[in-house]
């Protein structure tokens, strides 16, 4: 069974920056796909970023240029780095998989059955 626990939430000022963590174990699968999702309180959950089973990425309109995911496949381990985070960036933040993927768009990474807890960021203006 695959888990997944993020870490690297917290509280910034707007202009600041945060890097998420994602270590996944339990997945045993040689092909899968990774992503972001976030939550704010009262709204939809909201595909952030994705990366491929080849390590392509793709970014939500809202986050292009500002954050950047990435994987380190030895450690099983997934990133989100954060800059020039803004007051509606806070939200909680989850990561996601799906063995098996191949190619996932950041649409469908709140749509994926194994996710994490769950991080709390929060930008103050």
């Known amino acids: 069974q695959v888990q997944l626990a993020e870490s690297g939430g917290g509280s910034v000022q707007a202009g600041g920056s945060l890097r998420l963590s994602c270590t996944a174990s339990?997945?045993?699968?040689?092909?899968?796909?990774m992503g972001w999702f976030r939550q704010a309180p009262g709204q939809e959950r909201e595909g952030v970023a994705s990366?491929?089973?080849?390590?392509?990425?793709r970014y939500a309109d809202s986050v292009q240029g500002r954050f950047t995911v990435s994987r380190h496949n030895a450690k099983n381990t997934l990133y989100l780095q954060m800059n020039s985070l803004q007051p509606e960036d806070s939200a909680m933040y989850y990561c996601?998989?799906?063995?098996?993927?191949?190619?996932?768009?950041?649409?469908?990474?709140?749509?994926?059955?194994?996710r994490g807890q769950g991080t709390q960021v929060t930008v103050s203006s």
């Open positions: 996601a998989a799906s063995a098996g993927c191949v190619m996932a768009l950041v649409s469908a990474i709140p749509t994926f059955d194994t």
């Open positions: 990366i491929d089973s080849d390590g392509r990425e």
């Open positions: 339990g997945l045993t699968s040689s092909t899968f796909c």
